[in-house]
């Protein structure tokens, strides 16, 4: 059957991605306008009615922005953890009882035959988390808006093929750049976002002869570019001694003004 997802759009302008498994449709967060995102379902075929739900990774506006016209337009049911329903509840509109899915984070929850599993993330939002979709044989896992790559989500998402990890910021173009100094502060923290330093490390951790692809997301426009992000992240994990041929494992883009092309998880 196989998963195949596409990350319609990455960045702090708007997050979204769909994930596909047999007769299963799943979109994680919904951060960009509804209009915004029907153009970007347009471009990879997908239709609204299609899908099963929508799965919240935390409150922030550049993961719900159209959450709730996304929900009311579609009838789509929202999953989120509780918390994370109390501190979005006031952006989303209204949403009726039966499209209100409150799930504990860590819970596992099966769409026919795909686990879909949520890891808490280290995040200044009220209780963010990241998500795995395994079919017993193909494992993806995303994993944006983290401080620092804790145990826990390297457990979760170490035995994936294909990972969606975000690589924030070059910390150097961070520091000298435009940002305000407490958000430099904020997202240089253990609450803040990922840089492509310390994705790489983490990749260096997690690389056991599975995971095949790692798309870079969620890269700031103003700090990082796509071919810089992907040299430092090799180059983190070469000085730690992970070296890879590129037919073995693959960086691979993601973007905030296009969907990634469509990916099926279990191909080499
Ligand atoms: N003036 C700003 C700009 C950005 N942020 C937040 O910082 C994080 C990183 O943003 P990038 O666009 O550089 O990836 C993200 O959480 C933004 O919301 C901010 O608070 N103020």
Known sequence: MGIYFTVLSSGSTGNATVIQHG???LMIDAGLSAK????????????????????VTHEHSDHIKGLGAMSRKYNLPIYANTNTWAALEKSVGAI?????????????????????????????????????????S????????????????????????????????????LRMGRYP??????????IGHLSNEAAGAALSELMNGRIKRTYLAHLSRDHNMMDLAKMSVRDAMESRGCFYR???????????????????????
């Open 138 to 173: 193909e494992k993806l896992s995303v994993a944006t808006d983290l401080g620092y790559m804790s145990d826990k989500v390297r457990d979760a998402i170490s035995d994936s093929d294909v990972l969606v990890l975000e690589a924030n910021h070059d910390v150097e173009l």
């Open 181 to 190: 100094w407490n958000t430099k502060r904020r997202i240089l923290s253990d």
């Open 246 to 268: 590129d037919h073995e494992f693959k960086l691979c883009d993601t973007y905030y003004d296009r969907p990634t092309p469509w990916d099926r998880v279990g191909e080499p």
């Open 36 to 55: 915004r995102l029907e153009a970007l379902f347009l471009e990879r075929e997908i239709s609204g009615t299609e899908l099963d739900g929508i799965l």
């Open 96 to 136: 009726p009882e039966e499209n209100r899915r409150v799930f504990e984070t860590g819970e596992k929850h099966d769409f026919g035959s795909l686990r879909v599993e949520s890891f808490g993330i280290s995040h200044d939002a009220a209780e963010p988390v990241g998500y795995t979709f395994d079919d017993g």
């Open 23 to 25: 007769g299963t449709s």
